[in-house]
T-cell receptor, first 114, second 108 residues
Framework: KAGVTQTPRYLIKTRGQQVTLSCSPISGHRSVSWYQQTPGQGLQFLFEYFSETQRNKGNFPGRFSGRQFSNSRSEMNVSTLELGDSALYLC?????????????FGPGTRLTVL | ELKVEQNPLFLSMQEGKNYTIYCNYSTTSDRLYWYRQDPGKSLESLFVLLSNGAVKQEGRLMASLDTKARLSTLHITAAVHDLSATYFCAVDNNDMRFGAGTRLTVKP
């Protein structure tokens, strides 16, 4: 079974631009979560989508948004980029089970904002 | 708000030694996960712990969960260099909260 894929793997943008990252979950997984990982703040939850609906949202400004399509693929958008948005963005998919929610992570997109 | 604390944050071990990483969390949950991350790589799922008293073992790693104490441990037995990585615990309380990670270095 193919794993979680993320594109692009690396991205360089300048302040003020916007960026869209893509995540394709494992086949059959309907939940996709996004995380930001930085050396200073660690792994921080951005949001989770399930069946095209945002189920949970972390404590990030409105510049960070996402969506999920009917095939469960998800995109994340960051508008008006700031230097502090430089990070590894990880996507994780899961098959929502009755009792648990093990997440499988993609390789990440490393975003550098200059 | 759910808080997840790991300690230690940095751990340097000699090969062959044993050690334990601790993960404390602040609110009730009976779903806890351990992940491993190698430098420059993504996270790999190690263990899923779903009930009080749950214990899982894989090779030199053993994880346990005490939901009453809100504590999970990851025990390393007879460490080898290949275990060098950063280990994260995560607690599922409708959204996943990760600990800060424990950077483990195993030295010959």
């Amino acid at each position: 079974k193919a794993g979680v894929t993320q594109t692009p793997r690396y991205l360089i943008k300048t302040r003020g631009q916007q960026v869209t990252l893509s995540c394709s979950p494992i086949s059959g997984h309907r939940s996709v979560s996004w995380y930001q990982q930085t050396p200073g703040q660690g792994l921080q939850f951005l949001f989770e989508y399930f069946s095209e609906t945002q189920r949970n949202k972390g404590n990030f400004p409105g510049r960070f948004s996402g969506r999920q399509f009917s095939n469960s693929r998800s995109e994340m958008n960051v508008s008006t980029l700031e230097l502090g948005d430089s990070a590894l963005y990880l996507c994780a998919s899961s098959f929502i089970g009755i009792s648990y929610n093990e997440q499988f992570f993609g390789p990440g997109t490393r975003l550098t904002v200059l | 708000e759910l808080k997840v604390e790991q300690n230690p944050l940095f751990l340097s071990m000699q090969e062959g030694k044993n050690y334990t990483i601790y993960c404390n969390y602040s609110t009730t949950s009976d779903r806890l996960y351990w992940y491993r991350q190698d430098p420059g790589k993504s996270l790999e799922s190690l263990f899923v712990l779903l009930s009080n008293g749950a214990v899982k073992q894989e090779g030199r790693l053993m994880a346990s969960l005490d939901t009453k104490a809100r504590l999970s441990t990851l025990h390393i037995t007879a460490a080898v260099h290949d275990l060098s990585a950063t280990y994260f615990c995560a607690v599922d309380n409708n959204d996943m909260r990760f600990g800060a990670g424990t950077r483990l270095t195993v030295k010959p």
